[in-house]
């Protein structure tokens, strides 16, 4: 009786509290709080995945191994949002010489996929949202070998031991993967390999049902042993290789050989005294940028979180800074992309200038809204801090739910659609060319004050860039944590022209009455809505040695740290 009672006044008073710190200040408004130790600590949408990387920090292993571990292991857990068939960015903060580094491991179009080849399939507007023709090479395990090389203590088989462990034995499918397996897997019942793998019993596992894939762990072990090799050599790319042959795809063994992730500069802003970094191009990072430059010429911090005037400069910085995105990004070995220049201050004052108190419904060049408009928002992003301060700002994506659909035979993952991304309008920098990158929608971010680091991301498509911008406001004007700089309500520009839209209805329904009156189409959606994307976060603090992490409630995730050293 002694112990229901503490328990009921322990909760009587942190909900007493949660109440009036909500009733002060509204932006503060939380519903967990953050994990705090000097020792490691891994964020990621699934908590069994930010578990086995915190297992891996225990091992002695490093941030990046850590990253890898949990990577891997989010491939297992929510197969629809990321896997080893897709795509990998990092950036990398190495506690020791306070530097950078981005690891772009995007994969390719394979050396035969050209216009005039998909022309002669039939495919002459735009490239199939599935199927052989939108696959491109993958590139996430390339991206872990390279992590792991530069950055990792332990071997690929210690990294990828834990994933391999879970597909083995199997998984207690989450809540919020269930939906999403029950909405996007049955489209693919027919597609090859894929039912068998994906479909036990011809259905989606529901959830809390055990789901097994030994397929899959087969396939991570391979890679444990061969690293790179046991995965663009061998059994598994001779798989790949089969069923593209079989589909008629344009994949060949070389094109999985030759391919190599590259080490690149991370590109920057500041931000009331913020630095905030991002990947440069072939990626859309460089328009949270764009939108912070813009939205420092407006005084949000005083106007207040979720004000009328603050929403609209915010979402009208959105579509000047995603004007110029799908205007001038593709990649940039295959064509220029002017990055000072659209990153720049004196752009950013220029562009701040049109923003009048009506919103503008046709700010947008139109030659790629439909391409853009029809990519798909499945992502998964983790953060890793390790005991000493190094972190790994991670994002991986299969593009669409259940990538291509295709499975090729005894592998266990699904194939990505990633060339979706491309346009197939010549002349263009994100023209289909061979052996080039599409525009990519996934974006690790950074950020650094003085002794402060944070690396954080916020998953969910063309969402990404202005839930960046979103979340370093909340830092950086509001001084919000950041647990509550995740949990706060958000905004899309839904498509990329008009003034439509979407806000979660944690703003105030005057705010909202407010901005239709300056001409906003606005549609209210559920707080904590997956469609505004998924976050994680974790920081460091070189004076104190203390690290922190932070999980969106938009999904099952969990911040989980390293464990203690309990024995003396």
Known sequence: MLRL??????????????????????????????????????????????????????RGGSAADAAIAANAALGVIEPMMNGIGGDLFAIVYDAKTKKLYGLNASGWAPKGMTIESLKAKGVADDIPDAGIDSVTVPGAVAGWDALRRRFGKLGM????????????????????????????????????????????????????????????????????????????????AEAMLKLSSEEHGFLEADDLTDFQPEWVEPVSTTYHGWTVWEMPPNGQGIAALSMLNIMEHFPIAQWGHDS????????????????????YIGDPDASHIPVKQLISKQLAAKRAALITDRAQCNVLPS??????????????????????????????SNSGAFGSGLVAEGTGFVLQNRAGGFTLKPGHPNTLRPRTRPLHTIIPGFMQRGNQSIAFGIMGGFNQAQA????????????????????????????????????ENGVAPEVIDGLRRQGHVVTVELRYSQTMGRGNAVEHHDSSGVNYGATDPRADGEAVPEEAPFQP
């Not at 009328?308 to 205007?327: C, F, P, R, T």
């Not at 909340?474 to 806000?503: H, P, T, W, Y």
């Open 468 to 503: 960046h911008a979103q979340f370093v406001s909340n830092i950086a004007d509001f001084q919000m944590n950041l647990q509550a700089s995740l949990e706060g309500a958000r905004f899309r520009k839904l498509g990329f022209s008009g003034c439509k839209v979407a806000i």
């Open 5 to 58: 009672k503490r328990l009921f006044l322990a909760v009587t008073v942190v909900t007493n509290i949660s109440y009036l710190t909500a009733q002060s200040d509204p932006s503060r408004e939380q519903s967990r709080s953050m994990v705090m130790t000097q020792y490691g600590i891994v964020a990621t949408s699934q908590a069994v995945a930010s578990q086995a990387g915190a297992a891996i920090l225990a």
């Open 367 to 396: 030659d790629l809204t439909d391409q853009l408009a029809r990519l798909s928002s499945d992502t998964t992003y983790l953060a890793v801090v390790d005991r000493e301060g190094n972190e790994v700002s991670l994002i991986q």
């Open 157 to 236: 088989g210690e990294d990828v031991a834990p994933a391999a462990a879970l597909a083995e034995k199997g998984i207690a499918v989450p809540e919020t993967d269930a939906e999403n397996w029950k909405i996007f897997g049955p489209p693919f019942v027919a597609s090859p390999g894929f039912a068998r793998v994906f479909l036990p019993g011809g259905k989606a596992p529901s959830a809390g049902q055990i789901f097994r894939n030994p397929e899959l762990a087969a396939t991570l072990r391979r890679i444990g042993e061969h690293d790179r090799d046991g995965f663009y050599k061998g059994a598994t």
């Open 308 to 327: 009328e005037k603050a929403l609209h400069v915010e979402i009208e910085a959105q579509k000047l800074a995603y004007a110029d995105l799908q205007h």
